[in-house]
């Protein structure tokens, strides 16, 4: 944000970009798991649903 940032200024900003890029992707990876388990356990409660009502 400062147009003429000195070297520790820009230091620091990298660290902040790089932790702020690792919260990121691990907050993608929690996500993602999050979703792949939803459906896995939606998926596994349609069939057995299905299997209770056909059988």
Do not use: E
Not at 5 to 29: E, F, I
Not at 30 to 52: C, D, E, H, K
């Amino acid at each position: 944000m400062n147009p003429r940032p000195n070297k520790p200024d820009r230091n620091a900003s990298g660290r902040a970009v790089a932790a702020d890029r690792q919260r990121q992707l691990l907050n993608a990876g929690l996500i993602n798991a999050g979703l792949v388990t939803g459906s896995l356990l939606l998926g596994a409660t349609a069939i057995a649903l299905w299997v209770t009502m056909v059988f």
